[in-house]
């Protein structure tokens, strides 16, 4: 029983000690967001890795979850005799949720867990302490660019997934269901408010970005520094900016709409 | 990897990006809306404009010419005090000009409705509009539908 509480104890210390490492890390890499300004061909150089090779499976995936929400919503509304509503329901979707929840769920796996496995190498085959060994800091040089890179990509990322996604409805709802073009956009841009929906669904994107790229970075900076400390980070940093990317995306829309 | 092609990428990548939200604020969204705030404002009192948002439609003729841009309730008339914002170029309106709440579609939105008069003078800005017409309660529609019937039952 006494060994049960210790237990929990023990991993409720580590837990905070995690989480209060984190936090300083994240002090730690905003602090060096501003020297950033002065080297921008190391953020381009990240923005290249993190956001323009996302950019393929962002595209495929937006067209196709485009496609299903044209499909389905079709099929559901078109019993009411409502699919001329269809574009308000693929872009309202699409804008609010689906763009910035399923592209930061594509990004934490396509661009987070290369970020976590990059850095936990670099620790693992002690680079980073080269890097301190001749005065860098690489919390700077090595995890500020990152983190700004996958903030500034992340936006840009969801509204390339929602514009895409709405091309995709468009395609099959206009081109292969029937349903009238006029009223797909004309009804959409009724409904579709430029504040309430598209601002508010950025504002989602850019919290998403920073969550994700923080948990990635922190988890390939905090790895055990063996092949199977990397791995373990790797896994940690989808499942957990997975999870958080959901439930922050409950606490978000309980907010804003 | 050179630096200059990375660089192209990357740049691509912004302005695809870019393109995408602008996209939606210009084809997805009623941006255009805000474009020509620089209207006349008319207010309205209805006995009930039950369903009317801030925002929604004001139509003359089927097309729309102004917003809803307040909704206020007068504690002295206990009416709906409603502002309408018109746009600037259909500044010929007549003074005894008219307005109705109705319904789009069975249950769709609702908009202000308005009629045209036969007056000389043109509305100006804060005016009041005299003659308006509420927005149509469906459940008081239907119970005078269903009282209508028990009336017939005694007779």
Known sequence: ?257 | MNTRKTEILVGLFIAAGLAALFMLAMKVSNLNIYNNDAGYEITANFENVSGLKVKSPVTMAGVRIGRVSDIAFDGERFEAVVKIQIESKYNTLPKDTSASIYTAGLLGEKYVGLEAGGDDVNLKDKDKLKLTQSSLVLEKLISRFVDSFIDKDKK
């Open chain 1, 1 to 257: 029983m006494l060994n049960f509480i210790q237990g929990l104890g023990h991993s409720g210390l580590s837990f905070f000690q995690r989480l209060g490492r984190a936090h300083i890390l994240l002090a730690h890499i905003v602090a060096g967001v501003p020297g950033m300004l002065l080297r921008w061909p190391l953020v381009i150089q990240q923005m290249y890795y993190v956001g323009v090779l996302s950019v393929l499976i962002i595209l495929v995936s937006g067209f196709f979850v485009g496609m299903v929400l044209g499909l389905q919503g079709y099929n559901i509304l078109v019993d009411f005799g409502a699919e001329e509503t269809l574009g308000v329901m693929v872009s309202l979707s699409l804008v609010r949720e689906l763009g910035p929840v399923v592209a930061a769920l594509l990004f934490a796996g396509r661009a987070g867990s290369a970020l976590t496995a990059e850095i936990g190498l670099m620790k693992a085959t002690e680079q980073l302490s080269a890097m301190e060994m001749m005065a860098i800091d690489p919390i700077r040089r090595v995890l500020s660019p990152r983190f700004l890179a996958g903030f500034i990509s992340m936006p840009l990322l969801a509204a390339i997934f929602s514009a895409v996604g709405i091309m995709g409805g468009d395609f099959v709802g206009v081109g292969l269901l029937g349903v009238d073009e006029g009223a797909y956009w004309s009804q959409m841009q009724a409904s579709v408010d430029l504040y309430d929906d598209i601002l508010n669904g950025v504002i989602k994107s850019i919290v998403f970005g920073v969550v994700v790229t923080w948990i990635a970075v922190f988890e390939g900076y905090d790895a055990i520094p063996t092949s199977e400390g990397v791995s373990r980070a790797t896994t940690r940093t989808v499942v957990h900016s997975s999870l958080a990317i959901l439930g922050l995306d409950f606490i978000l829309t309980a907010i804003m709409f």
